[in-house]
């Protein structure tokens, strides 16, 4: 009768709720609010009740603090608070205005006692008012709160609001919701069979879960579910949503894999013009792309202080930057170092390898050694979500689409200018670009210029992702020697190919043999391909190459 009663009363609140949304009297309120404070729980029970009655917005905050323990009694005249910690100090509330009681000591204050009957009341009378929150995503928040309490109380409340729902996204979320309390408390099998079928329309995982419930079978042989027809349909319906969720998964792991293997092309592809060009063992090439991390760091701080309205634009205005950074800093290396070393191969990897070094002391000296904060613009925040439970995060597809911009124009620059032109000759043949008139010397310093810069604007993108530190360039440069001599020393669309090839089958391992013996797995694979295709997939053409 009790229970009875109080659906009633709730389905009061929606229908109150939905033809307008007047507050109560303060008075009045206060006064409701007051009989939270009694001893006896079945008379905090009515007093919960009739403030869900009331159908006022503010009721929410105090209801929700009675529930996580945060109202209290005035020991004194029996009035209702609320009081919580903020920022390491207890402070006391107005329950209705919210304004800060400083007069009044915790001890002064006895905390209203709740048991677990109260919670559930609590629980329905809270989603009950937030059906009908002129906020959709707290309608939807209410919404799948009833689905994973599947409260029989909130039956009527969830179908009322279902009723006036404008919003199809909500109003799917009610009914999915609804079909799981149908299912669960119904004693009608045919409505159990509606909801069942109506259920077997969605395919997240916590429909799945619930599906299973249904078919446990006890330790007696008996099931959870005794309807044998339910059991086959939810059996069915389990069949099909695993069939679902495994290609769902498969599209899942081919975006990682694709991310995965951006990232590992905007790492590599300023590393195989360097290194198709010049043969050069480049170790400082990470660093190239740490400095393009806190290339894009340093401006977007001097953005937050100096002009913070252009801060979603900061990530364009850091790629020129990095690109002129880290080029800058090839450029003097090469000039510095690398062009006393040619012809001698151990030598320029020890040399590298030591600037990469002086590289990361003077980041950790300037920048200090702990991760620096790189913000996210506000359109790279967020995913796109389907309902089969696929995410498709708008900072990685901006890292995909940004790879295939980076590797477009190299190509341009490679096919299309003298620079280009000149580059591809001294790859085939340095001896004759060099008798033809063609400044090798001065191609070498432009081309590692290049590479670092590429590797520059590489890490503006990983900022993204990534931790920005003085290590950040440690973490990519041996997969990115890996990518460029799997697809072909010095051939970019070998590097395209290497790097989404490598990382697809790195993603597709990870869930049966884990991140690190996955590429382990990798690894070995490469090495066996490179023994017989010393070259890898795109080998150069060319006298000098074949020689």
């Known amino acids: 009768m009790f229970a009875a009663l109080r659906i009633v009363l709730l389905a009061l609140v929606m229908g109150l709720a939905s033809t307008a949304a007047a507050e109560t009297d303060d008075a009045t309120l206060a006064k409701l609010i007051t009989n939270l404070g009694q001893k006896s729980y079945a008379q905090k029970a009515k007093a919960i009740d009739a403030l869900a009655a009331t159908a006022d917005p503010r009721v929410v905050a105090v209801l929700e603090a009675m529930l996580a323990r945060e109202l209290y009694r005035r020991k004194d005249d029996g009035s209702v608070l609320i009081g919580a910690k903020e920022d390491g100090k207890f402070v006391v509330r107005h329950p209705i205005s919210g304004a800060v009681i400083s007069a009044i000591q915790k001890s002064k204050l006895k905390s209203v006692r709740i048991n677990n009957r109260l919670r559930k009341i609590l629980r329905g009378a809270i ?42 996204s909500v109003k799917a979320r009610m009914t999915r919701a609804l079909a799981a309390v149908d299912l669960v408390h119904s004693a009608d099998s045919g409505k159990r069979l509606d909801a069942l079928k109506t259920l077997g329309t969605f395919s997240d995982p916590e429909i799945r879960n619930l599906l299973n419930t249904l078919l446990v079978q006890k330790a007696d042989g008996t099931f959870a579910e005794p309807d044998a027809a339910l059991r086959d349909a ?8 695993e069939r679902s969720a495994a290609f769902w998964g498969t599209v899942q792991n081919l975006f990682q894999g694709v991310s995965l293997g951006s990232v590992l092309l905007l790492a590599a592809i300023g590393l195989a013009i360097t290194f198709g ?8 090439h990470g660093e190239m792309v740490m400095l393009g991390a806190y290339t894009t760091f340093v401006v977007q701080e001097a953005i937050r202080t100096q002009a913070p309205g252009l801060f979603d634009y900061s990530l364009f205005i850091a790629i020129p930057a990095a690109f002129m950074v880290a080029g800058l800093v090839g450029v003097l290396i090469e000039r510095g170092v690398i062009q006393f070393l040619y012809g001698r191969p151990l030598e320029t990897l020890l040399a590298t390898w030591g600037i990469s070094l002086v590289l990361q002391q003077v980041t950790r000296s300037v920048f200090g050694p702990t991760n620096r904060e790189v913000g996210t613009p506000s359109w790279m925040q967020g995913a796109i979500q389907t309902a089969e439970g696929l995410t498709l995060t708008y900072n990685r597809i901006a890292i995909i689409v940004f790879s295939l911009m980076v590797m477009g124009v190299l190509l341009l620059v490679l096919r299309k200018t003298w620079f280009g032109l000149q580059m591809r000759a001294v ?23 290049l590479g670092s810069g590429v590797a520059g604007i590489a890490g503006v993108a990983l900022s993204q992702i990534d931790n920005v530190s003085p290590n950040l360039g440690q973490s990519y440069i041996i997969d990115s020697f890996l990518v460029v001599v799997f697809g072909g020393v010095g051939n970019l669309w070998g590097t395209l190919v290497g790097a989404m090839s490598l990382g697809i089958v790195n993603k597709f391992l990870e869930p049966y043999a884990g991140a690190v013996l996955g590429k382990i797995l990798v690894l070995v694979v490469v090495i066996l391909f490179i023994q017989k295709r010393p070259r890898g997939l795109f080998a150069l053409k060319g006298r000098a190459v074949e020689s």
Do not use: C, Y
Request: aromatic letters at 4%; zero cysteines.
């Open 277 to 284: 060009v010049m043969g050069v063992i480049n170790m400082a």
């Open 234 to 241: 939810a059996q069915d319906i389990l069949a099909e949503a």
């Open 427 to 449: 790859t085939q043949n340095r001896t004759m670009a060099s008798a033809m008139g063609i400044r090798t010397g001065w191609i070498d310093a432009m081309t590692f210029g």
């Open 127 to 168: 989603g009950g008012l937030s059906l009908q929150h002129k906020d959709p995503e707290k309608r939807a928040a209410a919404a799948d709160a009833v689905f994973k309490s599947r409260a029989l109380a909130m039956a009527e409340p969830l179908a009322l609001a279902l009723r006036t729902e404008p919003d199809e």
